[in-house]
């Protein structure tokens, strides 16, 4: 017989989880509709091995294996692996990266809720460092086609025709290899990938990203303070150094709307588990994601700085949250003073 | 005539479904006498009270049974006239399904008061009010029966701005102090006025949550009437939004006057003081018509095909107030407060007692089994709705760790109890239940902690005092010998005065040897194993001897005794 509360609210973390995987369908909507099935093909495959490798873990481990397979944490981490990933990959790197984030980065440090680097990010660490241009390649807008993209994932691999850097990529390439005189709106003018604000078909895919954070937002499964002081800080850091130098740091609406910027304010950064607790910490750890992000897109040698980020930041989350815990009731300016 | 009272909010809460409807259908009903009273003598936070009475004597209706034990503890009366049977251990209504001593009585039927005399409190010094209250056994009828009396001190400033009467009753399916106020709101008003006099309170605020219309419009119209009466308008009506926990003593004083009284200060350090309705009505009882506290409301609810409210006396059983409510035959367990915090009863033949504001049945299907317990995914749902801004998956983390002193470093002890991390947690961890373990263990560790220490410390007494023994029998034996050998050999000196020998330079040496050997009995009392110690050794013997003369420091005054 259980002790009060006797009567619990319906919530579950599957119906957590199952929501986050419907707040992605709008940007896998405009993914499709941009850059073909692939990404469907990817999804599939990334779900397929991370529910296996998360049977075999939870079997492993001597867990009850039907509780935790339906939680829906494993697909999660599933599908920010295939969205993080080039859709035209080889199914094997999404595969080790899919195993790679459940049974390292998740279960042997504990499984659901234990660990302390956010699995998604840990695959796409350890594949960009280990595979960096099997990472770089991604389909050109417009070619949607099917068998070419079903052939790159399973087959033979002819990409020339069908794969381009990101705009993100591209950006840094010319700007740091080219010759001096490259400039920002140099690229961005010449590039046909780059559309009106982010990289042609990515700033529809983000703005798919938007909606379903919205969705979260109103689900209060997320709070406001991740997705806003990583998005705030972005824009302040990138729009400073734009206003400084335009012709060699890119402004910030491309900043925001390009590479995973929007995926990770609502999806990736708002990871309870490995991220910060308290409103205050949130803040912090999402602004420290966006400012290193910003360096290592803007400095670094990789196309897109998040994982990394998210990973540094992972490292001091605890520290953060130990020194942002709030004034518990009463404890607030010695509690004789109402502070509404 | 109502200003319109700013109000404040408080972080958190959960809003879950009230149930609160068919209990409140009926008038309040008597509950039939049963036939055996069972009355608990320990109602009340504190010391339990002393029992008066024997099995064979006869009692009346309101007779003291027990009496107020110690500093803090609260009087206990015969709920009717009529014989003791026994005055032994019988299970009590608590989820731990301890015993307790108990007054049997069986009623005579004839319902007999004893003689009933008003209490002049406005002549009486105000520690005789008290010591009345004590004894007419007046306790906090919110559930947390805190002796009443404790709380009736204006603290320091010697007056209070606000009397807060807390009608809030958050908790879902408990409805005794709604249809109190319905149907006793002047009554209540004139307990408050007392409490108001007593506490030299400048203001009267009743905090009504706002789902309940009929009782704000009833005490409304009292209020009016009693602020007429004074000549003021001391006495207000407050609605406050209905979210639960809004009637936790502390969340009511912060949504009416945005004061929050920290964990273990006295709220009337801050000016105000809080108190229930239903205690309001009991002080009433007992200064105006000279009744002890001997019955309450009790909400009957849940599981049952009609639920109501009846007027109980203490020590009748759950049992027979649950039969007249026609509980459905799937019931399986009888809950003592509300499914927020409520105890589980351990029977249903326990008595109604000062603490039962509601006896909830349950089911099944009312109440179903918590879906198994998964990990804690730092969602952060239980830091949103804690009333005490607390967080509450941290202190999960460290209480399953068995780490308590980080439990409380994250305020374990600011937890009321409310129940809503566990509400609203996804993963179904009954979260309570862990804070509930980390307090007990951290209570039974200090209590042995505190019984170590005393045994450390007359063990080092009874060392201290056997050395001290030592000494003196050492230094007196010394003294006794230099001084025999002293003597003699003055003696022998003043007779052989002429000629200074060779053999008085023998006795004189003799002498000192004497005394030698006697300095160096004395030194032996020391201990003689402190000779070839390591540093790290001696460092430790210091510090053992540094606490040895703070304890010879401390007990000075009993040796002085004991000499």
Redesign the interface.
Known sequence: ?????????P???Q??MLRVLLALLPGIAAYVWFFGAAILVQIALASVTALAAEAVMLKLRGK?LM??LG?G?ALVTAWLIALTFPPIAPWWLTVVGVLAAIVVAKHLYG????NPFNPAMVAFALMIVAYPSLMSQWPAVGITDFAPQWNAIFGARQLDAMTMATPLDALRTALHTADARATVAGVLGHEAMFGNIGGKGWEWVAAGYVLGGVYLLQQ??V?WHMPAAFLATLLAVSGAFSLYDAAHFAGPSFHIFTGGAMLGAFFIVTD??SGC??PRGKLIFAAGIALLTWIIRTFGAYPDGIAFAVLLMNIAAPLIDMYT????????GK??T??? | MSVLQRLFGFHGGVKPAYNKEASTTQPIAVAPTPTLLVIPLHQSIGGPPRPLVAAGDRVFKGQRIGAADGNVSSAVHASTSGTVVAVEMRLMPHTSGLSALCVVIEPDGRDEWIVRQPFDFRAAAPHQTRDYLRDAGVVGLGGAVFPSYLKLTAGKQGRLDTLVLNGAECEPFITCDDVLMRERAEAILKGAAIMREMLAAGRVLIGIEDNKLQAIAAMEVATRAANQAAGDEAMQVVSVPTRYPAGGAKQLIRVLTGIEVPHGERSTEYGVQCFNVGTAYAIYEAIELGQPLISRIVTVAGNVGNARNFEVLFGTPMRDLIALCDPLPDSDRVIMGGPMMGLLMPANSVPVVKATNCILVGSKKLFPPPPPEMPCIRCGECAKVCPADLQPFEMYWFSRAKIFGKAQEYHLFDCIECGCCAYVCPSRIPLVDYYRFAKSEIWAREVEKESADQARERYEFRLLREERERQEKAAKLAAKTAAGREKAAAALAEAQKPAATPEEDAKKALIAAALERARAQKEQVQPENVSDLTPEQQAEVAAIEARRAEIREMAKPHLRQDD
Not at chain 1, 111 to 114: I, K, R
Request: net charge positive; proline share 14%; hydrophobic share 30%.
């Open positions: 017989m259980n002790n009060s509360p006797y009567f619990l609210k919530a579950s973390v119906s957590v009850p509780l935790f939680d944490s499984g659901l809720g234990q209060r499964i709070t309870p588990v607790t308290t815990q709030p004034p518990v009731f009463g404890h607030k509690g004789r109402p502070d509404e």
